[in-house]
């Protein structure tokens, strides 16, 4: 059984540019949640999709967007990419009624 | 913003030791998970215990919750140079099993 699988792992961008990173849940799971950890930090809360739509969000600008798909992976977009959106962008899954998440890899983004 | 907060920040013990980390948090909860980080990269999920449950084992884990305290402890018993890595604890205050995670706790367990 495949876990929460992520694409890609590394990532280096120029600022201003945009990015879309995507995620697959584990088996049996329908609830994707994003989250961006800065070096150093734990990881923050970004937005979280449940049956294609955005469910809860966190403090983040318009910036960042997302999207779930029918088959319930999930894609995140980040416009204008500035230095500071360096970080490692965690996926994580979760199933109806449970609250355990499962993290992927995540993807090592870059911005120069 | 940061909800949880582990403490110490790092902590440096032998083989064969025990590990016992603190979290603190600030709002009330529906449950507190700990997960395992190692070297930056994805987070593993050790153990959840809910805000009506006390204690909670697995393995060589001990997790303890205190909600009037807003507090939880990781202990980690007999640890090995395996369990080196970085320990968040992470709070969950909805259905929706959305986490608030703190900064963590390096552990160092040296042979």
């Known amino acids: 059984d495949a876990g929460v699988t992520q694409s890609p792992t590394h990532l280096i961008k120029t600022r201003g540019q945009q990015v879309t990173l995507r995620c697959s849940p584990k088996s049996g799971h329908d609830t994707v949640s994003w989250y961006q950890q800065a070096l150093g930090q734990g990881p923050q809360f970004i937005f979280q999709y449940y049956e294609e739509e955005e469910r809860q969000r966190g403090n983040f600008p318009d910036r960042f967007s997302g999207h779930q798909f029918p088959n319930y992976s999930s894609e995140l977009n980040v416009n204008a990419l500035l230095l500071g959106d360096s970080a490692l962008y965690l996926c994580?899954?979760?199933?109806?009624?449970?609250?355990?998440?499962?993290f992927g890899q995540g993807t090592r983004l870059t911005v120069v | 913003s940061q909800q949880g907060e582990e403490d110490p920040q790092a902590l440096s013990i032998q083989e064969g030791e025990n590990a016992t980390m603190n979290c603190s948090y600030k709002t009330s909860i529906n449950n507190l998970q700990w997960y395992r980080q190692n070297s930056g990269r994805g987070l593993v999920h050790l153990i959840l215990i809910r805000s009506n449950e006390r204690e909670k084992h697995s393995g060589r884990l001990r997790v303890t919750l205190d909600t009037s305290k807003k507090s939880s402890s990781l202990l980690i018993t007999a640890s090995r140079a395996a369990d080196t890595a970085s320990y968040f604890c992470?709070?969950?205050?909805?259905?929706?099993?959305?986490?608030?995670f703190g900064k963590g706790t390096m552990l160092l367990v040296s042979p």
């Open positions: 994580a899954s979760s199933g109806r009624g449970n609250t355990e998440a499962f």
């Open positions: 992470a709070t969950g205050n909805s259905g929706y099993s959305t986490l608030t």
